[in-house]
């Protein structure tokens, strides 16, 4: 065969194969369709953290894929209310919501242990777990029941015991308070005599100021001082054995999720695993000035909460404890994998950051 001829041969050959192949690839990946996201949250819009990290969440995913995936972000009271998250994600009316799981409890105690519950594990000690304690897994044996698929998507880490005002000497001085506290946190304080209400973020401070309720738990010094409830609470406790670690979560209506490309949830999971760690950096970088201005400009009182009363705590929370584990298998499982990891994981924590940060702090006088 002539040069010629056999280069023509040859590159009508290439061009034939290459089309070939190209027509056997899937169309979602060639040119994806578009994917419509509307997410509600809990939180109020820009409020710095929690309304923040979800925003920052939607406009990560959004860039990641280029804007294929269409986010519409809908803060608290914006589409729905913030306590109607839950259901407007697992109806399907919402693609996605940004919340604290442990706000579901009433649906089943077992969302708790999704965001924190008392004498619970720390940021990283939850990290472990749900990714290799079997934490995901019972997440989403949980979140099948309710047609839901739930991700990690931020955390504030050991949370403050909450806003009093008065002081707590005892656990007798808890009594007849009536006190913001959600989860399996108020549970306890209601074991103890006080009487727990579940708020939203943007209306704790009226209550607080009214007189409505009279002592709150938030977030830390941060979020704290930006909702300025050092105006009506002077006495502001730790630590809080309610909220050790309090992850936040993407709950994704599950039969959206499961219609994605492997690649989209790959490309969610990402987004919202970056959130988990940017969130929790972020608070770290934060609580510790705002502590000092609470106390030096804003004439906050800190307090540490006593070992009798701590006690006192940890008697009421193996009595929630049996509560939830006489709910159903699921929730018993649930807990029961959550001691393993509090046990194991937090066994070397002692042994490791606990030790290391004990000495580290002696040595240098922090």
Excluded at 3 to 22: D, M, P, Q, Y
Excluded at 154 to 167: I, P, S, Y
Aim: negative net charge.
């Amino acid at each position: 065969m002539e040069r010629r001829k056999f280069i023509k041969a040859a590159g009508l050959a290439g061009v034939t194969g290459a089309a070939a192949a190209v027509s056997a690839f899937p169309k979602p990946a060639i040119a994806q369709e578009r994917i419509e996201f509307a997410m509600v949250s809990t939180w109020p819009r820009d409020f710095p953290g929690l309304g923040t990290g979800a925003q920052r969440f939607a406009e990560r995913l959004s860039t990641m894929s280029d804007g294929r995936i269409q986010m519409k972000y809908f803060a608290a009271g914006e589409r729905v209310g913030a306590f109607d998250s839950f259901d407007e994600v697992a109806s399907g009316n919402a693609q996605g919501y940004h919340a604290a799981d442990y706000y579901w409890k009433g649906k089943h105690p077992g969302w708790a242990y999704f965001t924190s519950v008392p004498f619970g594990l720390t940021y990283t000690e939850m990290n472990a777990w749900v990714r290799f304690g079997g934490g995901q897994e019972l997440w989403d044996e949980l979140g099948a029941e309710f047609g839901l698929k739930g991700l990690m998507c931020g955390n504030t880490g050991v949370q403050m015991g909450g806003w009093f005002n008065k002081e707590i000497n005892t656990a007798d001085d808890l009594k007849g308070l009536k006190m913001r506290i959600p989860g399996l946190g108020g549970d306890v304080m209601a074991k103890l005599g006080a009487s727990p209400v579940s708020l939203p973020g943007g209306q704790i401070y009226e209550n607080l100021v009214s007189g409505a309720i009279d002592a709150t738990e938030w977030v830390g010094p941060w979020n704290d001082q930006v909702m300025k409830f050092y105006e009506a609470a002077k006495f502001y406790y730790y630590p809080g054995m309610h909220e050790p670690g309090s992850m936040l979560a993407l709950g994704l209506n599950a039969s959206f999720w499961g219609k994605l490309s492997k690649s989209d949830q790959v490309m969610i999971e990402a987004a919202a695993a970056m959130e988990n760690d940017v969130m929790m950096s972020e608070y770290n970088a934060k609580n510790g000035a705002s502590l000092k201005q609470l106390i030096n400009d804003n004439g906050v009182e800190l307090r540490e909460f006593s070992d009798e009363i701590y006690d006192s705590f940890g008697t009421a929370a193996d009595e929630v404890f049996g509560e939830v584990v006489a709910h159903s298998d699921l929730a018993s499982r649930i807990h029961n994998s959550f001691l393993k990891a509090r046990e194991e994981v937090g066994g070397w924590t002692n042994i490791s950051d606990q030790a290391y940060v004990a000495q580290r702090n002696r040595v240098l006088g922090l």
